[in-house]
Every structure is written in structure tokens, then in C-alpha cells.
């Protein structure tokens, strides 16, 4: 088998459920695209395992599929119709490192043996729930797991009180890594549904190592400086915290 790749889609309350729907929606349709299909059957077996998990906060994760063979464009349609067919339901808080977390077990036992063990991460915002998310990434990299990142800077960064204005260096510095991690921002929604066909193509067929020259917006693994607080989030949820406690005195 080519790749195990688990789709971990963020659906915290930062996001409306319209947002949560152009997800889905974006998702359901790159898996119904014939480059996906082609990505997926043109591979070294032509056999892919894919699963598809949403998270929120530290307890809040929820796999709405789980770990499914794909080998032919009617396998490859009958993913998309399970993600269009069942409604996400939105979350308090962004655990990254909570989903990382469980999402990295999910490879073992799993009944699949790929070349590759490829977690596809993608949110709005920066962790602020859960242990570092360091840590998180770094051991699921200690599992062979590979990180990729689809960081979602929709709201310009303040569109919300958990938003920060460079997502995509947070995710480059603290979410990403692996052998060839990479991620692709998306700056507004109009361009989802594009950049989730085109990162999901590099994902299943293996090539974000030497990707076309004209493919853009791709940062590969701690490319952006400088670095970033990587407890941004947190810090950002202590804030809050005693902003409410000043306000009650």
C-alpha cells in the first residue's frame, strides 16, 4: 500500500458551520476529482488507506471515517459520499496537540501497511488547549508518522480572539515535520476546495519532495524565520482568562 493518511480537520466554534461545510464540501470533492483518483491508482501498489477525523479541544475528537481502502475511483467516490452525507458538529477549543495525539495510535493495528504514515493537520488557530504541541508532533514523529499541515488564515488573523496574523509560520515551526513535511496555506475560502485537491494529490502519490515549479504557497518543514512561540495559543488562552477574572472584581 502507498500511503495511511488520516485527515484531521479542525471544528472548533472559530469556524461557523457554513466554514465547516466548505470543508467538507472541499474534501468530499477532491476524493470525487480525477487527478485525486489518478494520484491514488497511479501510485507504486494503486492502493491507499484514508481515514478522516474532526477535532476541537482536548476531549473533542470524533472519527467520522475511519481507516478505508481506496483502490479504484468507485472506492474513491464512495469515501466522498460518506463525508457529504453526515453534518460536522463544531467544538469548544483547539487541541492540536490533542488530536495529533490521537489520531498517530490510530496507524497501528489498523490492518494496512503503507509506505507511508501521513497525518494531515488543518485548523485556524494556534493550540491553546492540551499539552505543547511540540511534543505532540515530536513523538508522533518518533512513531514514523509524518505531519503535514493545511493552516486556514480565512479570518486575516483577527477574526476571532484565538486567530493570530501568521498562522503558517506557526504550523511550519511548531505543527509540521517529518521526512518532506510541507503545508499549504489558504488565505481565503474561495481557495479550499483547490488547495485541498492539491495537497491531497501530493499526499497520495508521494511527491512533495520535488512538487512542479509552478505549484504554489508551499512551505516545507521550519522554513519560515524566525521562529515562532509555539505556546502562542496558550498564552493567549491565559490572557483571556484573566481578562474574565478582572472583569468579576
Known sequence: MDVELVLAVDVSWSMDLSEQEIQREGYAAAFRSREVQEAILEGVYGRVAVAYVEWAGTHSQSVVVPFTLIDSKEAAEAFAYRLATELPDRERRTSIASAIDVVAPMFDGNGFDGLRRVIDISGDGPNNQGRPVTEAR??????????????????????????????????????????????IPVN??????????????????????????????????????????????????????????????
Not at 160 to 170: K, N, T, V
Open 138 to 183: 515530536d513523538a508522533a514523529i518518533a512513531r514514523g508518522v509524518i505531519i503535514n499541515g493545511l493552516p486556514l488564515m480565512t479570518s486575516g488573523g483577527y477574526g476571532s480572539w484565538g486567530s493570530i496574523a501568521h498562522l503558517d509560520r506557526y504550523y511550519s515551526d511548531c505543527v509540521i515535520g517529518g521526512p518532506g513535511a510541507f503545508m
Open 188 to 249: 481565503d475560502w474561495s481557495q479550499f476546495p483547490e488547495a485541498v485537491r492539491r495537497k491531497l494529490i501530493m499526499e497520495l502519490a508521494g511527491w512533495p519532495q520535488d512538487a512542479p515549479p509552478d505549484t504554489p504557497a508551499i512551505l516545507k518543514a521550519q522554513a519560515a524565520t524566525p521562529p515562532t512561540d509555539c505556546l502562542i495559543g496558550e498564552h493567549m488562552w491565559l490572557d483571556r482568562q484573566q481578562r474574565w477574572m478582572d472583569g468579576f472584581q
